[in-house]
């Protein structure tokens, strides 16, 4: 069974570019979140979809930052435009229930 | 302020000594989970401990859980050098819509 994949696992932009990040979760599962890891600190819940449906979305920082997952399989999270601090590791990560949560690899986006 | 902190916020430990890593939150909890992350890839999960259970066990990994101290400890016995990583522990509680809130991390290195 294939687990959580992101894409790409790197990403180098400008400062005032778009980047989309994607995740597939693992088939089956309804819950899908995102989460940041910042210069090392903490990970950040950015938000959670349960389906296509955006279920808590509380961890966003701002707007120009955008997550979809039409169909309620794969999802993206856009940033547009993108800015220093938004450089970090981009988590996502798929549930079934209230189980444990399996993780992908991560995009390490860098802004520059 | 962090729903689940961890201490310390960094070890170090020869090969086959124990290492023990403490986990503080603040809310209710439905369950509580520990995952590591190698440097440089995903979060990969080690064991989850529901909030009414006081432990747990899995290979060389105990987990103890006391709800009303609101805390866990992760006990990693007679480590090795591939136990390197960053070690988080995240709560799931009714009160943040049961998404995973992660503390900052143990970074953990074990000397061989």
């Known amino acids: 069974e294939a687990g959580v994949t992101q894409f790409p696992s790197h990403s180098v932009i400008e400062k005032g570019q778009t980047v989309t990040l994607r995740c597939d979760p693992i088939?089956?599962?309804?819950?899908l979140y995102w989460y940041r890891r910042v210069m090392g600190k903490e990970i950040k819940f950015l938000l959670h979809?349960?389906?296509?449906?955006?279920?808590?979305e509380s961890g966003m920082p701002n707007n120009r930052f955008l997550a979809e997952r039409t169909g309620g399989t794969y999802s993206t999270l856009k940033v547009q435009p993108a800015e220093l601090e938004d450089s970090g590791v981009y988590f996502c990560?798929?549930?079934?229930?209230?189980?444990?949560?399996?993780f992908g690899q991560g995009t390490r986006l860098t802004v520059v | 302020s962090q729903q689940g902190e961890e201490d310390p916020q960094a070890l170090s430990i020869q090969e086959g000594e124990n290492a023990t890593m403490n986990c503080s939150y603040k809310?209710?909890?439905?369950?509580l989970q520990w995952y590591r992350q190698n440097s440089g890839r995903g979060l990969v999960h080690l064991i989850l401990?529901?909030?009414?259970?006081r432990e747990k066990h899995s290979g060389r990994l105990r987990v103890t859980l006391d709800t009303s101290k609101k805390s866990s400890s992760l006990l990693i016995t007679a480590s090795r050098a591939a136990d390197t990583a960053s070690y988080f522990c995240?709560?799931?509680?009714?009160?943040?819509?049961?998404?995973?809130?992660f503390g900052a991390g143990t970074i953990l290195r074990v000397k061989s």
């Open positions: 990560a798929s549930s079934q229930g209230g189980g444990k949560a399996f």
């Open positions: 088939s089956g599962h309804d819950n």
């Open positions: 979809f349960v389906k296509e449906s955006k279920q808590d």
């Open positions: 809310t209710s909890i439905n369950n």
């Open positions: 401990i529901r909030s009414n259970e």
């Open positions: 995240a709560t799931a509680s009714p009160e943040y819509g049961n998404k995973l809130v």
